[in-house]
């Protein structure tokens, strides 16, 4: 057998000996770019939660904001109706 017709022969075999790794390699290849994919996918997802948060945050500081101001006026009120007791029971006092 001549030398080029065994390097044939070899580079066939070996050619098709790498055939299914090269197969399985693709395969690999295509679950990476799936994977990576819903990585980015998830990595949105995580973007978009973060921001909701964010918005969350923002609002809790602003209703804390308003819960404390809106006692601050409730505590007015409540001197205010103090004050009118007061005056009510000067006035009375001062009719008998």
Known sequence: MPEKEFIDIVRTVIQEELQPIKEDIKTLQKGQQSLEKGQQSLEKGQQSLHKGLQTVQKAQVRMQKDITDIKKHVNHI????????????KLESAAQ
Do not use: P, Q
């Open 78 to 89: 409540w001197n205010d109706i103090g004050n009118l007791e007061n005056r009510v029971e």
